[in-house]
T-cell receptor, first 111, second 112 residues
Framework: SQTIHQWPATLVQPVGSPLSLECTVE??????LYWYRQAAGRGLQLLFY??????ISSEVPQNLSASRPQDRQFILSSKKLLLSDSGFYLC??????????FGPGTRLTVT | SQQGEEDPQALSIQEGENATMNCSYK?????LQWYRQNSGRGLVHLIL?????REKHSGRLRVTLDTSKKSSSLLITASRAADTASYFC????????????FGTGTRLTVIP
């Protein structure tokens, strides 16, 4: 069966510090991968998606970047965090179409 | 924006009652999905309805889709306290990348 992992679960970082969130998927190959951000009490905003290694598409201009160094690894990064980067970050995977499967999320607080 | 909008934003019912949540969207879709999120957790896929379907059932869930009105509803029958969660609708972007656009969610509280 497929499993998706995200870490860390929670993170508190000062403004201006770097960020690296990691997401890995087990039990499937060549998945579509997604990073979302959820502000408190709000819906999800799609940040990045990837249909293959090294293929990253960004949905919104922002302070963040994403990379996919391996087939089942998706990394969300920032060189310098802003206060507005605080939120709940969710990684998801899907096969070519339809249902997406979400990881447990990372709660990021930028202070 | 393609993002859906759910209403109500919050719903509180007694255990055993039915809960109905609505979703409206703006553009043409291939399918519409409903997800559930327990507080502080990831989302869990509940049900998918294709654009050529009008109604779909899964256990205690019933989803309807009206593409002429660009709206969908999720009905949870005989609610349980464990159904307490936020519920989101999501629509695809028709680009083939399977990107989903989520609404702002309905927060459901089922009182035991």
């Amino acid at each position: 069966s497929q499993t998706i992992h995200q870490w860390p679960a929670t993170l508190v970082q000062p403004v201006g510090s770097p960020l690296s969130l990691e997401c890995t998927v087990e039990g499937t190959s060549n998945p579509n991968l997604y990073w979302y951000r959820q502000a408190a009490g709000r819906g999800l905003q799609l940040l990045f998606y990837s249909v293959g290694i090294g293929q990253i598409s960004s949905e919104v201009p922002q302070n963040l970047s994403a990379s996919r160094p391996q087939d089942r690894q998706f990394i969300l990064s920032s060189k310098k965090l802003l206060l507005s980067d605080s939120g709940f970050y969710l990684c998801a995977w899907s096969r070519v179409t339809y249902e997406q499967y979400f990881g447990p999320g990372t709660r990021l607080t930028v202070t | 924006s393609q993002q859906g909008e759910e209403d109500p934003q919050a719903l509180s019912i007694q255990e055993g009652e039915n809960a109905t949540m609505n979703c409206s969207y703006k553009t043409s879709i291939n399918n519409l999905q409903w997800y559930r999120q327990n507080s502080g957790r990831g989302l869990v896929h509940l049900i998918l309805i294709r654009s050529n379907e009008r109604e779909k059932h899964s256990g205690r869930l019933r989803v309807t889709l009206d593409t002429s009105k660009k709206s969908s509803s999720l009905l949870i029958t005989a609610s349980r306290a464990a159904d307490t969660a936020s519920y989101f609708c999501a629509t695809d972007d028709q680009t083939g990348a399977n990107n989903l656009f989520f609404g702002t969610g309905t927060r459901l509280t089922v009182i035991p």
